[in-house]
T-cell receptor, first 114, second 112 residues
Framework: DAMVIQNPRYQVTQFGKPVTLSCSQTLNHNVMYWYQQKSSQAPKLLFHYYDKDFNNEADTPDNFQSRRPNTSFCFLDIRSPGLGDAAMYLC?????????????FGAGTRLSVL | TQLLEQSPQFLSIQEGENLTVYCNSSSVFSSLQWYRQEPGEGPVLLVTVVTGGEVKKLKRLTFQFGDARKDSSLHITAAQPGDTGLYLCAGAMKTSYDKVIFGPGTSLSVIP
């Protein structure tokens, strides 16, 4: 059974039209991540929540926002999608303990911008 | 600069051949993970290695963590078409437990 669930799997939006991607987890992990991945490249970290603490990467555009209303859910908001934002968006979770950081990924949401 | 390199970047082989993928860095990692990602899907965790020199086997896949915990290798024996995918290594560092660094990936294609 999927433990990190992303919805929808495919999302089509129009240039400049706000879009929200969702992620839920059944692992009770304290850390949740959002990554952007473009064709056959490594995932690029956008931001992550350590419990309720939000940690933004320095090069993440302001156009990308996130919310984590509770332990299980995390949302990625793209306020004004541009053509360059078309990508696979991956949610991951981990239980941060000591020196290990094992991340579990959802199946991803493929975003298309028309 | 924290950087993980992977080689080769692309690999196309015939079914039944053996292959090795390398993951290298100048940094020391407290743990390192290998993932396989199929097109249109999220990365799936294959293994975590923690101890320098550690060797783990997963059916036809053998993973090794370097003695100095700066590098790792993935060896596949008798590759099958189902092994096709993007192989990613990701390292966790002591200075930042809640993040990992991803390598650029090795795209493997196994031809029947």
């Amino acid at each position: 059974d999927a433990m990190v669930i992303q919805n929808p799997r495919y999302q089509v939006t129009q240039f400049g039209k706000p879009v929200t991607l969702s992620c839920s987890q059944t692992l009770n992990h304290n850390v949740m991540y959002w990554y952007q991945q473009k064709s056959s490249q490594a995932p690029k970290l956008l931001f992550h929540y350590y419990d309720k603490d939000f940690n933004n990467e320095a090069d993440t555009p302001d156009n990308f926002q996130s919310r984590r209303p509770n332990t299980s859910f995390c949302f990625l908001d793209i306020r004004s999608p541009g053509l360059g934002d078309a990508a696979m968006y991956l949610c991951a979770t981990s239980f941060s303990l000591g020196s290990k950081n094992i991340q579990y990924f959802g199946a991803g949401t493929r975003l298309s911008v028309l | 600069t924290q950087l993980l390199e992977q080689s080769p970047q692309f690999l196309s082989i015939q079914e039944g051949e053996n292959l090795t993928v390398y993951c290298n860095s100048s940094s020391v990692f407290s743990s390192l993970q290998w993932y396989r990602q199929e097109p249109g899907e999220g990365p799936v965790l294959l293994v975590t290695v923690v101890t320098g020199g550690e060797v783990k086997k997963l059916k036809r896949l053998t993973f090794q963590f370097g003695d100095a915990r700066k590098d790792s290798s993935l060896h596949i024996t008798a590759a099958q078409p189902g092994d096709t995918g993007l192989y990613l290594c990701a390292g966790a560092m002591k200075t930042s437990y809640d993040k990992v660094i991803f390598g650029p990936g090795t795209s493997l294609s196994v031809i029947p």
